[in-house]
C-alpha cells in the first residue's frame, strides 16, 4: 500500500467491486482523477479476487477488500448480529479515511450502499433501475450508447469535470509478474511466439464451441506457428486441460497464474483471442492484436485501438445477457465461424 497524500488533498472513493473485465474498463477513472486534481487521493473498493492486481496499480492509492461471499455466507445462516458487526466495521475503516466523494461505477443497490457505508458528502453514481437512489446525492446516466469500450467510465470522468483529452486504456504489470510469466511460458512452449485462447467464463450463453476452439488451435499452429496458450481461472483447469489433450500444439496454463501473471503471459503474446470474459478485456486494454467473440453479451464493438476487433453477429434475440431465449442453443456464438477469426487473424497480424 503506498503512502496517503495529506488530508487537505481532495479524497476519492471508487466502487466498482467486480468483475474483472469492468474493473480493468474503470481502471482510467484512477488515472483521470489524479491529473484533474493534483495530490488527489484515490481509493478503490473491490472483492479479494482483484486486490493483488489494483494494489499494483500506479493511480490507485489504496485499495479496500469488501468481502461480499463472507457478507452473504452470514445472512444466509442467518447471523445477524455478525453481519452487523462486520458491516459496522467496514464502515469505520471508510469513515476513518474521509473521503469527499464516493464514485459509483457499478450502478447495483449494494455499490450505492457501500458508497453511503463510506460517509463521503457526495456520492455519485450511475442512472439504473436498480434501487437505492435514495442514497446518492447525484445520480449520472452512461452517456450516449455509441458501443466503444469504457464510455460508461468516461462519460462519468467528463460529467465530473475530471476529463479533458482521451480515455486511455491500460495496465502496468509489476517486473515479479512478467518474469514469472516468462518463466511459466519457456517451460510450456519454450522461446516459440505463442497466441493466447480465452475460452472460458461462468456463463454457458458466452462460450464459443468447444471443437472450433480445438480446430482453432490446430490451425493457428499450422499457418502462423502459434502455439495456443489456454488462460483461465482455477474453475477452468479441467477444461482447459480438455482442450490441450485435443490438440497437441496448445499448452494448459488455466489455474496456474494469477491474475497479474495472466496480464503479463497475455502481453508477450503475439495474438489473444477469446470470448467475453475479463482476460479478452486485459487483453484489449494491453493493446495486444485481439480477437474477442460476442454473441449473448455484447459490451463493446469498437476498442478504442487499431490492433483489437469484435466478431458479434446480431440477431434479433441478441444481446439477450442473462436471459438467453434460445434453448440454450446460443445460434449467436454458433454464427461465429473459424475462418471469420483465421480472415481477421491474419489481418491483425500483417498489420
Known amino acids: 500500500m503506498r503512502s496517503s497524500v495529506p488530508q487537505a488533498s481532495p479524497r476519492f472513493l471508487i466502487i466498482r467491486p467486480s468483475a474483472i473485465g469492468d474493473v480493468v474498463m474503470a481502471l482510467p477513472m484512477a488515472a483521470a482523477i489524479k491529473k484533474a486534481c493534483t495530490g488527489a487521493f484515490v481509493a478503490w473498493i473491490v472483492e479479494p479476487s482483484m486486490a493483488d492486481f489494483l494494489q499494483a496499480q500506479p493511480h490507485v492509492d489504496h485499495v479496500l477488500v469488501w468481502p461480499k461471499s463472507w457478507w452473504k455466507e452470514l445472512l444466509k445462516s442467518h447471523r445477524l448480529a455478525a453481519l452487523v458487526r462486520e458491516v459496522f466495521q467496514f ?21 450505492r450502499f457501500l458508497a453511503a457505508l463510506s460517509g463521503a458528502p457526495q456520492r455519485i453514481g450511475f442512472d439504473s433501475k436498480e434501487p437505492g437512489r435514495f442514497l446518492m446525492t447525484e445520480i449520472l446516466s452512461k452517456g450516449p450508447r455509441t458501443r466503444t469500450i469504457a464510455t460508461e467510465y468516461e462519460h462519468m470522468m467528463r460529467s465530473l469535470g475530471f476529463l479533458q483529452n482521451g480515455f486511455s486504456l491500460g495496465i502496468f504489470i509489476p517486473e515479479k509478474d512478467t518474469l514469472e510469466a516468462i518463466h511459466l511460458v519457456s517451460q510450456t512452449v519454450g522461446t516459440q511466439p505463442y497466441a493466447v485462447f480465452a475460452p472460458f467464463t461462468t456463463r454457458p450463453q458466452k462460450h464459443w464451441i468447444f471443437e472450433r476452439w480445438v480446430n482453432l488451435a490446430h490451425r493457428i499452429f499450422h499457418e502462423f506457428g502459434l502455439r495456443a496458450v489456454l488462460l483461465g481461472g482455477a474453475h477452468d483447469a479441467r477444461a482447459g486441460q480438455e482442450l490441450a489433450q485435443r490438440c497437441a500444439p496448445a499448452v494448459n496454463l488455466a489455474g496456474k497464474t494469477s491474475l497479474l501473471e495472466s496480464a503479463a503471459v497475455i502481453q508477450g503474446a503475439r495474438l489473444v483471442i477469446g470470448v467475453d470474459t475479463g482476460l479478452t478485456h486485459m487483453a484489449v486494454a494491453l493493446k495486444k492484436p485481439t480477437i474477442a467473440l460476442f454473441g ?13 476487433v469484435v466478431i458479434y453477429k446480431s440477431m434479433p434475440c441478441s444481446p439477450c445477457r442473462r436471459r438467453p431465449t434460445c434453448g440454450h442453443a446460443y445460434p449467436c456464438m454458433a454464427a461465429i465461424h473459424e475462418d471469420d477469426i483465421m480472415n481477421r487473424a491474419r489481418r491483425l497480424l500483417d498489420a
Open 91 to 111: 464502515h469505520r475503516r471508510l469513515k476513518d479515511l474521509k473521503f469527499d466523494k464516493a464514485l459509483d461505477a457499478q450502478g447495483l443497490l449494494r455499490s
Open 296 to 308: 449473448a453479451t455484447c459490451p463493446y464493438i469498437h476498442t478504442r485501438t487499431r490492433h483489437a
